[in-house]
């Protein structure tokens, strides 16, 4: 037989009224944070696809800001080369001029000194910066200024001037990622974009019976080529190739030596690896630890758009205008091709980046969207649940004083 007391009737009523309580703090919680799920036992798939869900918002807003960041980089750098380019074009009209042979000594040399005033203007332009202070051409070196003019005297020239332009910069560019796996550059290289001729570095140490003895390795613009003992000449020519570098390796037939050259306008970045000396046993390299340091022996052909507009300027101070309708201007030519060509990846750069913003645009809200279905509380309904369990608990407190038996304190007041 099952006794019922007043104790018993009191604690019963007690466990329901803080149910109740129970559920409206949690209600009066998700109303003030605008979300139905107050922990994961609420709704345990909900709250897994809510995790997921914020974890792309949140990668995709930081390609968001990627692509935009790279994107002020990219217009301000295409700005710049447009500048540049601006220049080269009345740089080549002195040429076209100064090759005429209708001026005197005296008015080629007036000539000369526009030629050096703008090849200082192009080293400007080359040391620009972006908005943030790095330098935009100075590939993965952002804080290092890329390009030194080398002051000294010329043949002809008054006073001293610039004699040559070294590039101090980085050999690869820092990347933004800007979608799952896509990665964009920031920066440019410099040594590609004021870059002339295709460099070609040949040996004159015949490697035909060259054997790689231990392991060894080296380095063709960045890329690592990994040696065995018993390499030829012609297995690191074979390997060179298939690096993935920017750089043909052949053998000269005549010399048996090894020859390299860019497949674009672009210095070459050579370096042996540590502990290795293949380069320079080879003969292109002088054993120096430096990069690009080249073997006296060697011969580099194929400089700079510095080295191309410092040509124009001597041989205008020399007064020899057959040198200046030929090799110079064909240099200068080879030159504004191809700044004209990295003009074209850079404005090609912008465009995809514009692609990837508009991309952007539609995919945040969209999962947001998704988000918020998962997330978000249904305000109405809400306020409508709560106010039941209000009234629920005003209710349940109102027949309690009414239903609840006498006690013994009743008794004794």
């Avoid at 051409?137 to 952002?142: E, I, P, S, V």
């Avoid at 990347?175 to 570095?201: C, H, M, T």
């Amino acid at each position: 037989m099952r006794r019922v007391s007043s104790e018993f009737m009191n604690t019963d009523m007690q466990y329901w009224l803080r149910r109740n309580e129970d559920r409206m703090a949690s209600m009066q919680s998700k109303l003030s944070r605008q979300e139905r799920l107050e922990s994961p036992r609420d709704d345990p798939m909900a709250a897994a696809r809510a995790v997921r869900y914020e974890s792309f918002v949140g990668r995709l807003s930081r390609y968001e800001e990627n692509v935009l960041y790279a994107k002020d980089r990219a217009d301000i750098a295409e700005g710049y080369m447009r500048q540049g380019m601006d220049i080269m074009q009345r740089v080549r009209e002195l040429a076209i001029t100064g090759a005429t042979g209708t001026f005197t000594k005296e008015d080629s040399q007036a000539m000369a000194v526009e030629v050096d005033q703008l090849l200082a203007e192009l080293v400007s332009l080359g040391n620009a910066r972006g908005p943030d202070g790095d330098f935009l051409f100075a590939g993965d070196k952002a804080k290092t200024e890329p390009f030194r003019a080398l002051q000294g005297y010329a043949e002809g020239a008054g006073a001293a001037t610039t004699v040559g332009v070294d590039y101090l910069g980085g050999l690869g560019t820092p990347k933004a990622e800007i979608a799952e796996g896509s990665y964009l550059p920031l920066n440019l290289a410099g040594d590609s974009v004021f870059w002339s001729e295709r460099q070609r570095i040949a040996s004159a140490a015949d490697a035909s019976a060259y054997r790689v003895m231990d392991s060894a390795s080296l380095f063709v613009d960045g890329h690592e080529v990994a040696l065995r003992p018993g390499d030829t000449v012609q297995a690191i020519i074979a390997k060179i190739n298939g690096s993935g570098a920017a750089v043909k390796a052949s053998l000269d037939p005549a010399k048996n030596a090894l020859v390299l050259e860019a497949t674009d306008a672009h210095r070459v970045r050579l370096e042996d690896g540590a502990g290795s000396s293949v380069l320079a046993d080879l003969g292109v390299l002088s054993g120096s630890r430096v990069p690009s340091d080249y073997a006296p022996t060697a011969r580099v052909s194929g400089g700079s758009l510095f080295d191309s507009v410092i040509a124009l300027r001597d041989a205008l101070n020399k007064g020899d205008f057959i040198d200046v309708g030929g090799r110079v201007l064909a240099s200068l030519d080879a030159g504004m091709e191809n700044l004209g060509r990295r003009l074209a990846e850079a404005g090609s750069l912008s465009e995809r980046l514009d692609m990837a913003a508009l991309r952007l645009n539609r995919e945040i809200p969209d999962v947001t969207k998704l988000l918020a279905a998962e997330k978000d509380l249904d305000m109405t309904q809400a306020i409508t649940d709560f106010k039941m369990m209000e009234y629920a608990r005003n209710a349940t407190l109102q027949m309690a004083g009414r239903v609840l038996p006498k006690s013994l304190l009743d008794f004794l007041r």
